[in-house]
């Protein structure tokens, strides 16, 4: 079982990667969260791994770190979830907050996601709950704050900043950083309005007057 891999990038684009290992390239399918950690294209990179074999197929995914690779672990556990949902997922959300949608019984914030309907976010929810602690020690510090600012953005004025800024058309994951932001230079007591008319000043929300 291939577990990790360690050599010179040399491809990185739509998903994919290749990792020169030993004189053999290796392809892994990555998430965009994954992809855009990597350094560039020449550099030496590290990826966790997972070998996914179903029937007549055959792939390699790669991970930033064993925290995503549990996620996925525990996402493809799910019956009729497959890896380019986990991946969707992962892109999406990350494990920090996918872990805070899991806790929080978030259907709503599974349904944002591409791919997820409602019953599958029910069925991600009720799957995952108890199995919940092994998703969270696998996090490292980083994947820790991420848990933490989403645990900070899932209710009150916080929540309903966000859902303003998306009914502006401003992406979800863009609309959380923005809000998360404001929340940084207003406090917590901020009102909506207050933290919507500074979220949309950052520069994570381009576009936006």
Do not use: W
């Not at 390239?25 to 997972?50: D, F, I, N």
């Not at 790669?62 to 890896?83: I, K, N, Y």
């Not at 709950?129 to 510090?141: F, G, I, K, Q, Y």
């Amino acid at each position: 079982m291939i577990e990790y891999l360690e050599g010179r990038l040399m491809e990185n684009q739509n998903g994919q990667v290749v990792l020169l290992v030993g004189g053999v390239g290796y392809g892994l399918t990555v998430s965009a969260r994954t992809a855009s950690r990597l350094p560039a294209v020449g550099e030496q990179a590290h990826l966790y791994t997972r070998l996914y074999v179903r029937e007549d197929i055959m792939r390699l995914y790669g991970f930033s770190g064993v925290g995503e690779r549990a996620a996925f672990d525990l996402l493809t556990g799910v019956p009729g979830v497959g890896p380019a949902l986990c991946l969707a997922l992962l892109s999406e959300m990350g494990v920090g907050e996918l872990l805070q949608a899991v806790m929080a019984g978030d259907t709503q914030r599974l349904t944002r996601v591409k791919g997820v309907c409602r019953r599958t976010a029910e069925k991600l929810l009720l799957e995952l709950r108890n199995r919940s602690d092994e998703l969270a020690v696998c996090l490292t510090p980083e994947e820790q704050q991420e848990a933490a600012s989403g645990a900070e953005l899932s209710g009150g004025a916080a929540k309903d900043a966000i859902a303003g800024l998306e009914a502006l058309d401003v992406p979800p994951a863009q609309a959380r950083k923005a809000v998360a932001r404001a929340i940084e230079l207003l406090g917590e007591n901020a009102s909506v309005e207050e933290l919507i008319r500074e979220g949309i000043s950052f520069e994570v929300v381009p576009g936006i007057t």
